[in-house]
Structures are given as structure tokens and as C-alpha cells.
């Protein structure tokens, strides 16, 4: 049996991407060692395969980084493996280093355009640093592929590559039923990443202008404090509610008794521009509608498969006329033809050829 290695630099217990992959790398044959980081507030985990998480002394920073990736590059100089899994350029350099070192087959998925992340693009000079990894290991990867064909088209035609597509679509969820409610009150849900770009800060002001409806956020991250701020000085503590990060199934029940998804990443650089983030298609497969940015790839499932609306104007009073829109729509039928196709099976047999086909 093929030992693969696969590391990714979050705590592993929110991402689902890299929870299905490991799943189905083991259902094709792998044995698989999953290696993350640990904080003081993970959640715990319990996987079917081998995990590995490393509690660092730095958790930001230039120093958060090479701390990671020095340590990481002597786990895998250490650990049996026949295959390497890089997940993102935050973790490429080490398994680079290591595939070379040691002859491995190498695989990188990226998840984003990670140099054109806004945290990045703020910041010239270290934007400049990993702009210069990426410019120096990418161009000479033969098995890889991202989460959207817009990147997938960005780094073919930059790098000469030959990224493939595996979305990251969700499973197809069974035996979720919506609850019985006597409330009429509907429910937004964001879920993901609570970071600058994402738009919630406008969803927050729309709430301003909408009754009878609530707006849940799932997540954390680095705004965390400046929307509950941005929430009590608007005062709709009565309208909002910060559910924190939630394990991927109870997320799912939370997310199918929603009423209407929203994804409102700005034009924030070219990273956010490509995106097709995965809460889209947990929206879908909970069957319910989604409004969402006038960006490319999320534009064209929104068009392709009739399942809500895209931005047309981002200000406040007009977003909560679209919303109200929605919530007076059925959306059904398109939703469960969308929820058919846009599952994480459909991808399993792509996936399965990029790694029955290794370089």
C-alpha cells in the first residue's frame, strides 16, 4: 500500500476540502498521514486515517511560517511516504524540497491565488517573497490542479502548467430534513472565513433595512471583534447572531434549516476575483437559494443553474429588495437538479485520474 503524506497549515478541523480528499485517497488505496497544526481553541478530531498536528511557538508572522515549514520539512525528512500532497503555497517549499531530496512524486492542490490574497496584496514586500516561491516551484510541478477553472487558467497560461479542476463540492448530504418552525421569521447564514473581503461588514448594514429576518455567522477569524463591534454599534444584537466555527456536520444541520446563503467577497485582487467558495455549494446541497458577488465563477453557477442571484449594486437598501426577491421565490426544483450534479462524487473519478497518473 502507497504511503501518502498530505499537509496542509490550518488545525484540520474545519476544512473540508482537504477532509474529503484524504477520505477518498484512502478509498482509492492510500495510506494516509494527514499533517496540520493544533492552536489552544481547536476543535478535536477524529478521522479514519492517521493525523499529525504541531502545536508552534509562533502563530502569525514571518516567523509563524518558517517555523511551520522548518518543522514540516523534518517530519517528512522522517516519515515513510511514497507520495507528497502539498495543500497551498504556505506548505510547497518544504515538500518541494523534500520531494527532490528524496525522489517523491509530488501533488499540489491550491486552494486560491494565494500571492493575490488582500492580506497580500496589501503588503508589497511579502507579497514580493512568496511571489518569488511561487515563480521558482510552481512552473516545475507536473501533477496539480486548484478548486476553480479561472486559477486553473491563471496558472496554465503564467507557468506553462497543466493544473486540472476538482471543485470542492460538498457530499451529498442524506437523511437532513429541514426543522418545523412556527416562527416566521427567515434566516441568512454566512459561513466561512470571517476575514477582510469577505463582505460580511455589508451584509451587517443590509440587516439595517430587513424585519422579520435573522442573520447567522459561522466562523472565525481575523475580524472577528470588529463585526460583534460593528454589530453593537448599529445595535442588532436582536438581528444577528456569532455562532463561531462549528464541526462540518453540525454545520450542515444549521445550514439546511437557512432560509438563503450569501457569499459577498469583494473584488479584492485577483484571488477573490476567481473565487467559487465551497459555502456556494454547501448552500446548494442544503437547498437553499444564494445571493452572491458579481465575480466570474460564482456569477456562472448562479446563471448556469438558476439557484438565486448575483449583486447587482452593492448598497444596502438594494441588497435587502434582492433578499426579499429570494425569500418570495421558489427556488426548489433548480436547487435539487443543482444538488444532483454539484457533489463531491463527480469530482472523485477526476481526482482518481490525477493520482492512478502520477509524474
Not at 511557538?57 to 502539498?86: M, Q
Not at 511561487?134 to 486559477?151: D, F
Not at 421569521?185 to 477582510?196: C, F, R, S, W
Not at 429570494?326 to 469530482?347: C, G, H, P, R, V
Request: glycine share 4%; hydrophobic share 40%.
Amino acid at each position: 500500500m502507497k504511503r501518502i503524506v498530505i499537509s496542509v497549515i490550518n488545525d484540520l478541523a474545519t476544512d473540508q476540502r482537504v477532509s474529503k480528499v484524504c477520505d477518498t485517497l484512502q478509498e482509492f488505496g492510500f495510506d494516509v498521514l494527514l499533517i496540520g497544526r493544533i492552536l489552544p481553541n481547536s476543535l478535536s478530531i477524529k478521522r479514519n486515517y492517521k493525523t499529525h498536528r504541531m502545536k508552534l511557538l509562533f502563530n502569525k508572522g514571518f516567523l509563524f511560517y518558517a517555523e511551520y515549514n522548518l518543522r514540516l520539512f523534518f517530519k517528512l525528512l522522517f516519515t515513510k511516504k511514497d507520495v507528497l500532497l502539498s495543500n497551498d503555497l504556505d506548505t510547497l517549499l518544504s515538500n518541494y524540497l523534500i520531494s527532490r531530496l528524496q525522489n517523491k512524486k509530488i501533488v499540489y492542490d491550491s486552494h486560491e491565488l494565494f500571492t493575490e490574497v488582500p492580506e497580500l496584496v496589501n503588503r508589497p514586500k511579502t507579497q514580493k517573497v512568496w511571489r518569488k516561491i511561487e515563480n521558482t516551484i510552481v512552473p516545475k510541478l507536473k501533477n496539480c490542479y486548484t478548486v476553480c477553472q479561472s486559477i486553473a487558467d491563471y496558472y496554465n497560461s503564467k507557468y506553462q502548467t497543466d493544473f486540472k479542476v476538482i471543485k470542492n463540492l460538498p457530499i451529498k448530504s442524506v437523511n437532513l430534513k429541514k426543522k418545523v418552525s412556527d416562527s416566521k421569521e427567515k434566516v441568512v447564514i454566512y459561513q466561512g472565513a470571517l476575514n477582510l473581503g469577505r463582505g460580511i461588514e455589508l451584509m451587517i448594514k443590509t440587516m439595517q433595512h430587513l424585519e422579520n429576518i435573522k442573520f447567522i455567522i459561522i466562523g472565525d477569524g481575523d475580524i472577528t471583534n470588529i463585526l460583534k463591534q460593528q454589530v453593537e454599534e448599529l445595535n442588532l444584537n436582536s438581528k444577528i447572531e456569532f455562532l463561531g466555527r462549528k464541526h462540518p456536520n453540525e454545520l450542515k444541520e444549521i445550514t439546511i434549516n437557512a432560509d438563503l446563503g450569501i457569499s459577498f467577497e469583494e473584488d479584492l485582487g485577483l484571488n477573490y476575483r476567481y473565487a467559487l467558495p465551497n459555502k456556494i455549494f454547501d448552500y446548494i446541497n442544503a437547498e437553499i437559494p444564494i445571493l452572491v458577488s458579481d465575480l466570474p465563477e460564482m456569477k456562472r453557477i448562479v446563471e448556469d443553474y438558476s439557484v438565486g442571484e448575483i449583486i447587482l449594486e452593492r448598497k444596502p437598501e438594494f441588497i435587502a429588495q434582492q433578499i426579499q426577491t429570494i425569500l418570495n421565490t421558489d427556488f426548489k426544483d433548480s436547487l435539487k437538479l443543482a444538488k444532483k450534479e454539484l457533489n463531491w462524487q463527480s469530482e472523485k473519478e477526476k481526482l482518481k485520474l490525477i493520482f492512478a497518473n502520477l509524474d
